[in-house]
């Protein structure tokens, strides 16, 4: 049985952190510091899983996937 949750780029997604985290929730800044993001324009290439996409839910006001 094949994985239906892998991209065209190898099961990796690009993250970018295009807003800070000033007056964010504590659970929040959390979620971004487990995508092993810090700093503005931050970018990191991740395993695409649900574990990942969860997060980036979470986070979407704060991050761009770019794919």
Same mark, same amino acid.
């Given at each position: 049985?094949?994985?239906?949750? !892998?991209?065209?780029?190898?099961?990796? =997604?690009?993250?970018?952190? =295009? $807003?800070?985290?000033?007056?964010?929730?504590?659970?929040?800044? *959390?979620?971004? $510091?487990?995508?092993?993001? @810090?700093?503005?324009?931050?970018?990191?290439? *991740?395993?695409? @899983?649900?574990?990942?996409?969860?997060?980036?839910? $979470? =986070?979407?006001?704060?991050?761009?996937? !770019? !794919?």
């Amino acid at each position: 049985m094949a994985k239906n949750n !892998e991209t065209a780029a190898g099961g990796t =997604v690009r993250v970018r952190l =295009v $807003k800070g985290l000033r007056g964010v929730q504590g659970r929040h800044r *959390l979620s971004v $510091k487990a995508l092993g993001l @810090s700093k503005i324009n931050d970018v990191r290439e *991740l395993k695409d @899983s649900p574990q990942v996409r969860g997060l980036i839910n $979470k =986070v979407y006001y704060l991050v761009r996937v !770019e !794919e």
